[in-house]
């Protein structure tokens, strides 16, 4: 283990004693870390969570300035723990010290800046993330103050046994909202059991050792789930063992050479082993997606579901059999019920697609439709939230897109990518760029004039494959030609969003997407909203 992680995880073991076993705190001698404090902050930062404009510490200001002092408090505390995990070259001591004492003062007292715990543990840190996890941060701070309800809900019996069984308590980290796609519960395990887990924050990176290494631990790959982050966490405790001293040949572990070099087929030696900089691929999906994820998604068997996903402007997948997919708390109660449906042993590929598909999977993200062959059929963005809807014959799990390009192309040679049904594709910024940019490419070869000119757009061109009459559609235009608003009834499912956009090119004469738009109402959005996007204090 290299020296200079030694002050973090004493640091580390100073907050599992005083904090997650006997409810004290970090930088008092109060009683912040308890099931009625954790609480306060499920009601005033993850139950009223401001989505809007703003960076994250303004925001937080406003939701914690009406909760109790102690809340603001905690949140410092649980800021301490996270500000353990970047590198300094990510992350400068002194913002991280900055941000704490912070967030300490809206408590209206204010942190010793001589505070030992503020002090060397701060100065070196254990890995570089990378950006998401700052992006993410409010999402990492979500899932750790959920993760805290449920772990103060526990006794003390019970979280003893777990702080015994560093596997035991990863599945437990993993089994919390969320768990399974977050960066925290990888570095909250190795903040307490370093000898067991590796010092990464990386899903990817993870299952790329395993592949890279296995042989040396004499398992098949094939057999190893690496959805199942705890799985794969066990696999590379085994391979570690099996490397003996040349695990710690460099003191960085799998991150130093000659091992990085048998995984990372992209290493460039650094200095700071074990740290994960922001590649240009990296940069590259940030700057063109933001925090969206971008999905694969396998448009039926030869892509035949395609023409019913651009027409009714939806994604949809199957295995209909175990009913509404929201039903299911976990990915392990929804794995039994596939068991029982699919006959199957073991469908963890399938369990997996099921659970992203309804609680990963979010309005804004993108989504590549996949149709046979090496070849995408279209890409959209995500824009309503996941439902079952029991009245489609097949593939009744749906959720609605904007299919905002429609023309194929092929990608890249070589570059086939997996075959599974639903796949999470924004831990490949490689493979993302190269087929984005394949597809720039295959636009590229049009004539200038099929760029510049408009496709011209008539009311016979609406009528091919619509499900109204043509007097019945020439009356929607009449009307809107004096009234100048529509409403189209029915209930999910039944091609209203797909009659609007034919409304829409009809009235402009082209088929142009890109002058068309599209508001989604909700509960929670109110007039002000939408009037001019201001809401009375």
């Known amino acids: 283990m290299p020296s200079n992680v030694a002050p973090v995880l004493t640091a580390a073991a100073l907050w599992r004693d005083r904090c997650l076993l006997n409810e004290g705190a970090i ?66 001591a002194d ?32 890995i570089r993330p990378g950006t998401a996890w700052f992006t993410h941060r409010w999402r990492e701070m979500v899932y750790f103050v959920l993760m805290l309800r449920d772990w103060y809900a526990l006794d003390r019996a019970s979280r003893e046994k777990l702080l015994e069984d560093p596997f035991r308590h990863a599945e437990w980290l993993d089994g919390r909202t969320q768990g399974g796609t977050r960066m925290l519960p990888h570095m909250l395990s190795y903040l307490l059991f370093p000898e067991t887990f590796e010092r990464s924050a990386s899903r990817t990176h993870k299952q790329e050792i395993v592949q890279g290494l ?24 085994q391979v570690r063992e099996s490397l003996g001293d040349a695990y710690n040949a460099e003191g960085g572990g799998f991150y130093a050479p000659p091992l990085r070099e048998r995984w990372d087929s992209s290493f460039a030696e650094d200095p700071d082993s074990g740290e994960s900089s922001e590649t240009d691929d990296e940069a ?16 039926g068997p030869g892509g035949r579901l395609w023409p019913e996903f651009e027409r009714y402007g939806i994604a949809a997948i199957g295995w209909d059999g175990v009913g509404d997919l929201k039903a299911f708390d976990s990915r392990d109660v929804l794995l039994d019920a596939l068991r029982l449906e699919m006959q199957s042993a073991n469908p963890t590929n399938s369990a997996l697609a099921c659970w992203e598909f309804a ?34 014959d097949e593939f009744q799990h749906v959720r609605d897109v904007v299919w905002d390009s429609r023309e194929a192309w092929a990608l ?18 490689g493979w993302l760029r190269q087929v984005f940019e394949a597809k720039e490419g295959a636009d590229s070869k049009q004539t200038p004039q099929s760029v510049a000119a408009p496709r011209p757009y008539s009311s016979d061109d609406a ?29 999910p499912g039944v091609g209203k969003t797909y009659v609007a956009r034919r409304v829409a090119y009809a009235l402009l004469r082209e088929r142009a997407p890109e002058r068309v738009e599209f508001v989604q109402f909700h509960q929670s959005y109110s007039y002000e909203d939408f009037v001019q996007g201001w809401r009375p204090a």
Not at 75 to 89: D, I, K
Not at 214 to 237: K, M, N, P
Not at 365 to 385: H, N, P, T, W, Y
Not at 412 to 429: C, I, N, Q, R
């Open 27 to 92: 930088f008092s001698d109060e009683h912040l870390w308890t099931a009625e404090v954790v609480q306060q902050l499920v009601t005033f930062y993850t139950e009223a969570l401001d989505t809007g404009e703003g960076d994250f510490f303004s925001k937080l200001e406003k939701q914690l300035e009406v909760a109790p002092p102690e809340t603001s408090k905690l949140f410092a505390e649980m800021l301490w723990v996270t500000h353990l995990v970047p590198s300094v070259r990510a992350m400068g």
């Open 214 to 237: 296995i042989d040396h631990a004499g398992l098949d790959s094939e057999d190893i789930d690496y959805g199942d982050r705890v799985a794969v966490d066990r696999v590379l405790l």
């Open 359 to 392: 609680h990963e999977m979010a309005p804004g993200d993108r989504i590549l439709a996949r149709g046979a062959g090496a070849r995408v059929l279209g890409s959209g963005v995500v824009e309503g939230d996941y439902r079952f809807s029991d009245a489609r």
């Open 463 to 491: 009528m091919q494959g619509l499900f109204m009459s043509r007097a019945s559609f020439t009356a929607i235009l009449d009307s809107l030609a004096s009234v100048q608003n529509l409403i189209l009834q029915g209930p």
């Open 284 to 299: 590259w999906l940030r700057e063109t997606f933001g925090s969206a994820k971008v999905w694969l998604l396998s448009a």
């Open 412 to 429: 890249p040679e070589g570059l086939s990518g997996p075959v599974k049904t639903l796949t999470d594709m924004t831990a490949h910024p």
């Open 95 to 126: 913002t991280k010290r900055h941000q704490i004492r912070t967030v300490y003062a809206w408590s209206g007292e204010e942190l010793d800046p001589a505070h030992p715990a503020l002090g060397e543990p701060l100065d070196t840190g254990l």
